[in-house]
């Protein structure tokens, strides 16, 4: 699927949006590593983005969720995309937590498969 001009526009302003999650989470975060999205329709956006946040093992993910880390990256994830003007109602739902452990584990290390 070739993207549209605007379509490239929408995708460089979320990546630096989540590029500032990602700078912010890893000095934060004890065990963040990295995050990704993935835009299945833009004509539909906000509603068919979805973010990956990965960290390196189960241990460091239950320890992170035990501390409510996870309500620190939904507040900052929502914060920087609406200051984007991407407004989303309902982020837990945009957004899924995992581990490098977990995909080398069960997909042997392959985030495409895993990330669907």
């Not at 699927?1 to 912010?24: S, Y």
């Not at 969720?65 to 900052?76: C, G, N, P, V």
């Amino acid at each position: 699927m070739t993207m549209r001009k605007t379509d490239k526009k929408i995708e460089n302003t979320i990546r630096e949006a989540l590029t500032e999650v990602c700078e912010l989470a890893l000095e934060s975060v004890s065990g963040f590593k990295w995050l990704s999205h993935m835009v299945a329709d833009y004509k539909t956006l906000p509603a068919s983005l979805s973010i990956l946040c990965v960290f390196e093992t189960d241990d460091e993910l239950s320890k992170a969720l035990s501390e409510h880390k996870d309500d620190f990256m939904y507040r900052l994830i929502k914060e920087k995309l609406s200051a984007a003007n991407i407004n989303i109602r309902e982020v837990r739902q945009h957004i899924r937590f995992d581990t490098e452990e977990a995909c080398a584990k069960y997909n042997k290390g392959k985030w495409h498969e895993r990330f669907k």
